[in-house]
C-alpha cells in the first residue's frame, strides 16, 4: 500500500507539472500573439502585400453578392470605414514611419491589383465581371495608395508623448464616427449598408477605448474626436 500511494503521488506531481507546463505555454503563445509588429524588412512587407493581394481578392469575389441587399456586402470596399480600419492596424503594428508608410502603401496597392486583376481574370468566364482590365480605375486607385501611406507616416506620431499624439489619435475615431452617422441616415432610407454601419460602430467603439488608454491629453483627445467628425461629416461626399 506504501509503494502504491508513492507511485500514485508521483503520478499526480507529474500531472501537475504538465499542466502548468501546458498552461505556461499556453501563456507564452498569447504574449507572443499580442507582440505582432511590422518592421522594416522585405519579409514583413511582402506579408502587408499579400494580405492586400487576399483582401482585394475577397472583396472582388463579394461582388457576386446583391447591390441592393440589407447587409451590402458588395459594397465593402466602398467606403472609408473598411480603409480607415485597416490601415489604422497597420499603423498600430507598425515600428515606425517608414515601416506604417510603406506598409500602407503596399497594402493598398496589393488590394487594388487583385481587385482589377481579379475582375479581369473572371470577366473571361464570368459575365458579371466582364470589362476587361479597367486600368483608368487601377491607375487611380493606386494613386489613392499614396496619400493613404503618407497619412500612415504622419499617423505614427502618435507615438510621440505630446499634445499631438492625442490629435492623432482622434482623427481615425472622428472619421468613423462621421461615416457612421451618415451609413445611418442611408441606412434608414434605403434598408441596406448595414454591415458597413456595425463596422463603423465597432471600429469607432474599439478604438475610442483603446486610444483613450493610451492618451494623456484626454479632453483633448475628445475635443478631437467631435471636432473631427464635424469636419469629416460635412466636408466627405457621403
Not at 506620431?157 to 457612421?180: F, H, I, M, Q, R
Amino acid at each position: 500500500p506504501t509503494r502504491r500511494s508513492s507511485d500514485l503521488l508521483i503520478f499526480l506531481l507529474l500531472e501537475n507539472k504538465r499542466t502548468a507546463n501546458d498552461k505556461l505555454g499556453f501563456v507564452e503563445r498569447s504574449v507572443d500573439m499580442e507582440n505582432i509588429k511590422l518592421s522594416h524588412t522585405l519579409k514583413s512587407y511582402s506579408m502587408v502585400f499579400l494580405v492586400g493581394i487576399f483582401i482585394g481578392c475577397i472583396c472582388r469575389l463579394l461582388d457576386y453578392c446583391s447591390l441592393d441587399s440589407l447587409w451590402g456586402f458588395s459594397s465593402i470596399q466602398t467606403l472609408l470605414g473598411f480603409w480607415i480600419i485597416t490601415n489604422t492596424i497597420i499603423v498600430l503594428l507598425s515600428t515606425s514611419n517608414k515601416c506604417a508608410g510603406i506598409s500602407s502603401f503596399l497594402y493598398m496597392f496589393g488590394m487594388t491589383l487583385s481587385f482589377y486583376g481579379l475582375q479581369a481574370i473572371l470577366g473571361m468566364f464570368i459575365p458579371l465581371f466582364s470589362g476587361g482590365f479597367r486600368k483608368s480605375l487601377f491607375i487611380l486607385f493606386s494613386l489613392l495608395s499614396i496619400p493613404c501611406a503618407i497619412a500612415a507616416f504622419v499617423l505614427y506620431y502618435w507615438n510621440k508623448d505630446n499634445v499631438l499624439s492625442s490629435l492623432l489619435y482622434s482623427l481615425p475615431v472622428g472619421a468613423l464616427v462621421a461615416e457612421t452617422i451618415a451609413i445611418s441616415f442611408y441606412f434608414l432610407e434605403h434598408h441596406t449598408f448595414l454591415f458597413q454601419l456595425l463596422m463603423d460602430i465597432i471600429g469607432a467603439v474599439v478604438f475610442s477605448v483603446l486610444f483613450f488608454k493610451k492618451v494623456k491629453h484626454r479632453k483633448l483627445y475628445i475635443i478631437g474626436i467631435v471636432l473631427s467628425s464635424l469636419v469629416f461629416y460635412f466636408i466627405f461626399p457621403w
